[in-house]
């Protein structure tokens, strides 16, 4: 069974901060891993998707790299504003189903 | 287009009392997803149906839930009876699988629901 580790769970850091958030799963044969974000009271918001044969993707001050045989992937944040805060949550995609990690709860402060 | 919307987005009940979660997806989109977030368990999927059509329920935790797509407008997610343990975020989300499902599915705002 497919199982997905993130951490931290909570993350407080200042503003300007360069940070790495983890997500970790058991099972490398997957299709894709995605970096969502969540906000308060709001659903989920897709970052980042990289397809299994891919290595890593970027847009803006966030980058996220897979490394599927080691069953590992990481979210960078660059330069981190406090609109970034929010919870960060990975998910791996099989064929049909989004397994989800329990996310990093991150606090930039001024 | 408004995304995908469900009601209530606050839902307050006594144990043993009946719920009724509802979605409407993004029009167009023919998948539609159910999914429970708790603080222990993280986000789960109860089930999903494709076409209206329930294709995987095996995430729906007992038969106190059930979940039905009349139209490929409307979806409800049923609790009955309710217990404090259903107590948690209720996710809907949607997509039009052109490409996989796991790809891209945007999600509602969710309905927070507390069992007293």
């Known amino acids: 069974k497919q199982e997905v580790t993130q951490i931290p769970a909570a993350l407080s850091v200042p503003e300007g901060e360069n940070l790495v958030l983890n997500c970790s799963f058991t099972d490398s044969a997957i299709y894709n891993l995605q970096w969502f974000r969540q906000d308060p009271g709001k659903g989920l918001t897709s970052l980042l998707l990289i397809q299994s044969s891919q290595r890593e993707q970027t847009s803006g001050r966030l980058n996220a790299s897979l490394d599927k045989s080691s069953g590992r992937s990481t979210l960078y944040i660059a330069a981190s504003q406090p609109g970034d805060s929010a919870t960060y949550l990975c998910a791996v995609g099989n064929t049909d189903k989004l397994i989800f990690g329990t996310g990093t709860r991150l606090q930039v402060f001024p | ?116």
């Open chain 2, 1 to 116: 287009d408004a995304g995908v919307i469900q009601s209530p987005r606050h839902e307050v009940t006594e144990m043993g009392q009946e719920v009724t979660l509802r979605c409407k997806p993004i029009s167009g989109h023919d998948y539609l997803f159910w999914y429970r977030q708790t603080m222990m368990r993280g986000l789960e999927l109860l089930i999903y149906f494709n076409n209206n059509v329930p294709i995987d329920d095996s995430g729906m935790p007992e038969d106190r839930f059930s979940a039905k797509m009349p139209n490929a407008s409307f979806s409800t997610l049923k609790i009955q009876p309710s217990e404090p343990r259903d107590s948690a975020v209720y996710f809907c989300a949607s997509t039009d699988g052109t490409s996989r499902i796991t790809d891209t599915q945007y999600f509602g705002p969710g309905t927070r629901l507390t069992v007293l």
